[in-house]
């Protein structure tokens, strides 16, 4: 488990590297909202709610996509 500290720190690390790795090999901004299909602020909803307005929006983009899990990621029990 990590400590309040330990965890900013690493995700400032990791945004780092995904802000590093979209300059270098597509020439953005990583956190440029025109570089993203979606954007959510999930300060705002529970997490519940937000999976389904996620559920919801993949479902209308994509309805012939399988609503089972894929199997290289099986259910969790």
Do not use: M, Y
């Not at 529970?46 to 996620?54: C, N």
Request: charged share 30%.
């Amino acid at each position: 488990r990590l400590g309040e500290a330990e965890a900013k720190a690493r995700i400032e690390s990791i945004d780092r590297e995904r802000a590093e790795h979209s300059l270098r090999f597509v020439n953005t901004a990583w956190d440029s909202a025109e570089t993203h299909h979606l954007i959510i602020d999930s300060s705002l909803e529970k997490p519940e709610e937000t999976a389904a307005l996620i559920a919801t929006l993949a479902r209308g983009a994509f309805p012939q996509a399988p609503l089972e899990p894929c199997p290289e990621k099986p259910a969790r029990n």
